[in-house]
């Protein structure tokens, strides 16, 4: 986009030329256009400073853009280094798998299931009903 400014002998105007060549123009009165007219008018300063702050928008946007594909690669390359690190992965089926022998191998965990069962058959006799698991 680019940005312009004209004095006219009315009107101060802000033309914008979009990127299909479209030209937009927005006027700004500095002259009264009757006697007895209420219009709004406007500071040359102030309507040169607008234009000034769309021109330094178009730029930033300008610059936003143009950094936006080195940004999507280096963020696809991140993505791509993430799926490919199993590590931790790796690490808590290694937890899991030592948790799943201890308990396995532990005589402890047989008594508890025997007193589970115990207390879920004492339950369905006062209840009537298998209780939840």
């Not at 002998?9 to 006027?27: F, I, L, P, W």
Request: hydrophobic residues 30%; charged residues 35%; proline residues 5%.
């Amino acid at each position: 986009m680019e940005v312009r400014f004209e004095l006219g002998q009315k009107n101060y105007s802000v033309y914008c030329t979009d990127a299909d060549g479209h030209v937009y123009r927005a006027k700004y009165p500095h002259l009264p256009s009757s006697p007895e007219s209420n219009d709004q008018l406007f500071e040359e300063d102030r309507v040169r400073d607008f234009a000034v702050t769309i021109q330094n928008t178009v730029a930033q946007e300008n610059v936003f853009r143009a950094r936006l594909p080195r940004q999507l690669k280096e963020a696809e390359n991140k993505w791509e280094e993430v799926q490919a690190d199993t590590s931790e992965l790796d690490a808590a089926r290694q937890r899991l798998q030592k948790l799943r022998q201890r308990n396995d191998n532990d005589p402890r965990g047989e008594r508890a299931e025997a007193l589970l069962t115990e207390a879920a058959r004492d339950w369905e006799r006062l209840t009537e009903r298998v209780p939840p698991r």
